[in-house]
């Protein structure tokens, strides 16, 4: 990474990724958007169970949304529910548990939901993961790009079909500002070659997911794609994966649910849906998915390769 990115993205976050940021940006914000019932429509969130999934499910839940919380760990799951019920009195809410790292698994899990029910109006990748040395999965691929980027494609080409028979549908996943610092690289997905640094892969994975996106939303017309940057938050994924950021940030980390919010608008305000598919969003609003003369920039080659890689690896190890 340059530093010219590093600082450009720095001042960036500190301008706007901030709570101050949220709480400036808020002032535009128009209240009547989130002013609406979802009874009747089903939302998938991955790693509900908390920060910024859990508020997000919090938050639709109390907006009468039927919550699906796909997440790792049972027990924190459905500690989890429990909270969301108990506060929001909507006991629509159901605990899957699914670990995005196995590949197989995904495939499986996708595949029973969509036998088991019949519809699916918004899918949430939210779940993601930031891993402190390179390790592989049971299926020999690394682990945070089974998690972070094949996870996130299997599950959502997977439940389109689903997607797609149901009214309204949404696809809305959460990246972050790191990608900002990252251009596309397709040639080591894997993270094979040189030094292992875990919060510059994740940031890689983020930049994928907003090419993902993209794609996607080309694709499949129908339904309507997003892809957004929460801000620097104050999640247990922060605390855990990067402690020094987190200890000199810490008073200027946002709450998760100022994090959710612009997660809650994408799923259930009318606003939203008025805005073109595929685009990258930052409170509630359009924003560019890079800094001002990074060379971050990919070409349509480069984008097409990410795709049909994750085609191909998706094909690998889909049950027959």
Not at 30 to 43: C, I, P, Q, W, Y
Not at 63 to 80: L, Q, S, W, Y
Not at 107 to 117: D, I, L, P, T, V
């Given at each position: 990474m340059s530093l010219y990115r590093n600082s450009a993205w720095f001042l960036k976050g500190v301008t706007e990724f901030t709570r101050n940021a949220f709480l400036s940006a808020s002032k535009r914000f128009?209240?009547?958007?989130?002013?609406?019932?979802?009874?009747?429509?089903?939302?998938m969130i991955t790693g509900a169970n908390s920060g910024i999934g859990k508020a997000t499910a919090m938050a639709i839940a109390k907006?009468?949304?039927?919550?699906?919380?796909?997440?790792?760990?049972?027990?924190?799951?459905?500690?989890?529910r429990a909270d969301i019920v108990k506060e929001?009195?909507?006991?629509?809410?159901?605990?899957?548990?699914?670990?995005?790292?196995?590949?197989?698994?995904?495939?499986?899990?996708?595949?029973?939901?969509?036998?088991?029910?019949?519809?699916?109006?918004?899918l949430i990748n939210n779940a993601g993961a930031i891993m402190s040395q390179r390790d592989l999965n049971a299926e020999g691929l690394e682990k945070?790009?089974?998690?972070?980027?094949?996870?996130?494609?299997?599950?959502?080409?997977?439940?389109?079909?689903?997607?797609?028979?149901?009214?309204?549908?949404?696809?809305?996943?959460?990246?972050?500002?790191?990608m900002l610092v990252q251009k596309l690289r397709t040639g080591n997905l894997q993270s094979e070659r040189g030094r292992y640094d875990g919060t510059m892969v994740y940031a890689q994975h983020k930049r994928q997911q907003v090419v993902m996106t993209e794609q996607l939303a080309k694709t499949h017309t129908s339904i309507h794609f997003s892809v957004m940057h929460p801000g620097w938050v104050d999640t247990p994924a922060v605390s855990n994966a990067m402690p020094d950021f987190h200890r000199s940030m810490k008073d200027s980390l946002r709450t998760p649910e100022q994090g959710a919010d612009t997660v809650v608008w994408l799923a259930?305000?009318?606003a939203a849906t008025k805005t073109?598919?595929?685009?990258?969003?930052?409170?509630?609003?359009?924003?560019s998915t890079h800094l001002p003369l990074a060379w971050t920039h990919s070409s349509p080659l480069e984008e097409q390769k990410l795709m049909s890689v994750l085609e191909?690896?998706?094909k690998t190890f889909q049950p027959h």
């Open positions: 128009v209240e009547k958007d989130l002013e609406v019932s979802v009874a009747g429509r089903s939302f907006r009468g949304g039927t919550i699906h919380m796909v997440c790792r760990n049972k027990d924190k799951a459905e500690e989890a929001t009195g909507n006991k629509e809410v159901y605990v899957h548990i699914l670990d995005l790292s196995e590949t197989k698994k995904v495939w499986e899990f996708a595949e029973g939901f969509k036998r088991k029910y019949k519809s699916l109006n918004v945070s790009f089974a998690i972070n980027v094949l996870g996130v494609y299997i599950l959502t080409k997977s439940l389109i079909p689903l997607l797609e028979k149901s009214t309204d549908p949404r696809v809305i996943t959460v990246s972050s500002g790191g259930v305000s009318e073109p598919s595929g685009c990258f969003y930052q409170d509630r609003k359009m924003v191909d690896l998706a």
